[in-house]
């Protein structure tokens, strides 16, 4: 079973930053991409940025050149950098992780793995 916890939610003034972390733990091997979506209330849940194992990112056009996704495959880590928050950026932010997960002994298929998701609001 993969588990992915993420912390870094929280209150934030626009304006301010926020940077949220996300672990992967575990019985798989290698990951294939990670990154983060994101809810608002009463709408549909939307990617934000992701980071492939080849180190290659992309960006929801809004975010772009504000937050900045990295992440760390020696320690299954991916973190979202957000600057210059603005209200319109208030959701839950959900990690996600593509892998090879680790069925049956010496078996290994592809999951697409979610957390528990962390509430970002930006209010003053």
């Known amino acids: 079973q993969v588990q992915l916890v993420e912390n870094g939610g929280g209150l934030v003034q626009p304006g301010g930053s926020r940077k949220l972390s996300c672990v992967a733990s575990g019985r798989f091997t290698s990951i294939n991409e990670m990154g983060w979506y994101r809810q608002a209330p009463g709408k549909e849940r939307e990617l934000v940025a992701d980071?492939?194992?080849?180190?290659?990112?992309m960006y929801k056009d809004s975010v772009k050149g504000r937050f900045t996704i990295s992440g760390d495959t020696s320690r299954n880590e991916v973190h979202l950098q957000m600057n210059s928050l603005k209200p319109e950026d208030t959701g839950t932010y959900y990690c996600y992780a593509d892998l090879w997960a680790l069925v049956a002994e010496g078996e290994y298929q592809p999951r697409e793995v979610w957390g528990q998701g962390t509430l970002v609001t930006v209010s003053s």
């Open positions: 980071i492939t194992s080849k180190g290659n990112t």
